[in-house]
C-alpha cells in the first residue's frame, strides 16, 4: 500500500532568550513553554523537547500504523533516549527508542509495524533534513 501525505506546514514558532538567559517558546495561541539549557526542575532543553517530540510522533504513528493494519496493541508506550557525540559539531550521535505494547503482536506483525510506525513518523523522518537560516531583516 503507497502512503499518501497531505500538504502541511507547521510554524512559526516563536522563541526569545532573554538577557536572564530564560528561554520561551510560544507553541500556539496564548500558550508558551519554557525551556532552559542545562535543563531544570522547571524547564526541559531543547534536547528533551526534541526526545519527546520524537517519541510522542512516534507513538502516534504506531497507533496509525496499528489501526492501519487492524492490530489490537492495546496501550502504547515509547521511551526515546540519545547520546551526545563525542566529536564536532555539537549534535546528538543517535537515539535509542523503547517500544512497549500493551498486547504485543506476533514477531512477524510486530516488525512490520515498527516498520510503519516509523515512516509514518514525520519527526523521526525530519531529523537529517537540512536547516535554513536567515535573518530576520
Do not use: H, W
Not at 516563536?14 to 495561541?29: L, M
Not at 531543547?46 to 497507533?63: K, M, R
Not at 492495546?74 to 547520546?83: L, M, W, Y
Not at 523522518?125 to 535554513?132: F, G
Request: charged residues 15%; hydrophobic residues 45%.
Amino acid at each position: 500500500m503507497a502512503l499518501k501525505f497531505k500538504p502541511k506546514t507547521y510554524g512559526p514558532f516563536s522563541t526569545r532568550f532573554a538577557e536572564d538567559g530564560s528561554v520561551t517558546v510560544a507553541t500556539a495561541p496564548q500558550q508558551t513553554v519554557a525551556l532552559a539549557s542545562p535543563p531544570t526542575a522547571e524547564a526541559g532543553s531543547p534536547v528533551d523537547f526534541l526526545l519527546a517530540a520524537l517519541a510522542s510522533c512516534l507513538a502516534i504513528s504506531l497507533a496509525y500504523a496499528a489501526r492501519q493494519m487492524a492490530l489490537d496493541t492495546g496501550e502504547i508506550t515509547v521511551s526515546a533516549g540519545a547520546s551526545k557525540a563525542e566529536d564536532p559539531p555539537a549534535r546528538l550521535a543517535g537515539y535509542t527508542i523503547e517500544v512497549g505494547f500493551e498486547k504485543t503482536p506476533g514477531e512477524e506483525a510486530c516488525a512490520q509495524l515498527l516498520a510503519r510506525g516509523k515512516a509514518l513518523c514525520t519527526v523521526s523522518n525530519s531529523l537529517a533534513a537540512p536547516v535554513t537560516l536567515t535573518v530576520r531583516a
